[in-house]
């Protein structure tokens, strides 16, 4: 994952775009928009997706996973994400 400064006063909000369905849940890249791009291993079914995203971020940004927020797209590809 690219460097992300956490706002320790606040809520930081990340753009990502996720494909699912792949073989390994995985930060792909950062687009020119700074959208980040993730592959999620789990089906975009029943919430899945959406709890292994907030999962994999907690992991990577070491935040707890309620603090993680799915506020927009959460049956879409694109998501805006709360953190905090």
């Given at each position: 994952m690219p460097p992300i400064t956490l706002n320790p006063t606040g809520k930081t909000?990340?753009?990502?775009?996720?494909?699912t369905k792949q073989p390994k849940t995985e930060y792909l890249s950062?687009?020119?928009?700074?959208?980040i791009k993730i592959r999620l291993k789990a089906v975009p079914?029943?919430?899945r997706a959406n709890e292994e995203?907030?999962?994999?971020?907690?992991e990577?940004?070491?935040?707890?996973?309620?603090?993680?927020?799915?506020?927009?797209g959460a049956t879409d590809t694109v998501k805006l994400v709360r953190i905090g």
């Amino acid at each position: 994952m690219p460097p992300i400064t956490l706002n320790p006063t606040g809520k930081t909000y990340l753009r990502i775009k996720v494909t699912t369905k792949q073989p390994k849940t995985e930060y792909l890249s950062t687009l020119d928009d700074g959208t980040i791009k993730i592959r999620l291993k789990a089906v975009p079914e029943k919430g899945r997706a959406n709890e292994e995203l907030i999962r994999f971020l907690a992991e990577e940004l070491r935040v707890r996973k309620d603090t993680i927020e799915v506020v927009s797209g959460a049956t879409d590809t694109v998501k805006l994400v709360r953190i905090g």
